[in-house]
């Protein structure tokens, strides 16, 4: 019915030197979408995702976003051209305030007016960070350094944003409020590409998901069938 594809793998391996993490993969990604990638440990999560945001090449294959192969470019440009990753853990700058790492996840930008109101609605969708704004940021517990990376790169205003493990180390009820607010996110038009080792919350708001085994694609389907599959409820979640 006429659906936007924004992002799509072409066949896409990735090496490092001679170990294969990511094989043959193909994805399609459409606007507007919160498209989950699960798979255990190991899997090449987060090397794809690394890929889609130009910090490491492909050995072969594309990575084409909104129509244009973007493989090859640097990480900064990719940045402007509407791709923005919260990558994993407290990958922050942890010596920085919480402001400080705000303004940097808006480095690649000139719109001032735009800039502050990206900034205000942050702050609204984690209001967290604004009681925290001039708290350096390794202070902070391990899910407001999530929170904070989530919303940095947010601040890039990008069309789609990669997710990596958001919700890692997080206790359970703010587990509950970044998976909310990734839902409040893909409300404002933002696609989502989401890698969770969390694959029940991440395939109860998703709407579609790819399930990568030791760097293949193992299945994928809409989010609410893989919850109703026995081997990926069995793989995957624990068998719920
Ligand atoms: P996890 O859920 O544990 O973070 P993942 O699915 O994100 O896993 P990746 O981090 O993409 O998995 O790793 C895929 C494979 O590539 C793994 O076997 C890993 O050991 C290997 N790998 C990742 N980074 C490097 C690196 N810098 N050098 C060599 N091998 C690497």
Partial sequence: QGKEVILQLDNLSVSYG??????????TVYAGEIVTLIGSNGAGKSTTL???????RPKSG?????????????????????????????KIFQRMTVSE??????FTRKDTAKIAEDRENVLELFPRL?????????????????????????LGDPRLLLLD??????????????????????SQGVTVLLVEQNAL???????????????????????????????????????H
Avoid: W
């Fill in 18 to 27: 001679n170990i294969a993490a990511v094989q043959n993969l193909s994805m």
């Fill in 50 to 56: 690394r890929t889609i945001s130009g910090l490491l």
């Fill in 62 to 90: 594309d990575v084409v976003y909104e129509g244009k192969k973007i493989n090859g470019i640097p990480g900064h440009d990719v940045v402007k051209l509407g791709i923005s990753q919260s990558p994993e853990g407290r």
């Fill in 101 to 106: 790492n705000l303004d940097l996840g808006a």
């Fill in 130 to 154: 604004r009681e925290r704004i001039s708290q350096k940021a390794g202070t902070m517990s391990g899910g407001e350094q999530q929170m904070l990376a989530v919303a940095r790169a947010l």
């Fill in 165 to 186: 493990e958001p919700s890692m180390g997080l206790a359970p009820v703010l587990v509950d409020v970044i998976f909310e607010t990734i839902e409040k996110i893909r």
């Fill in 201 to 239: 919350a991440a395939l109860e708001i998703a709407d579609y998901a790819y399930v990568l085994e030791s760097g293949r694609l193992n299945t994928e389907g809409e989010a609410s069938m893989l919850l109703d599959d026995p081997s990926v409820t069995a793989a995957y979640l624990g068998g």
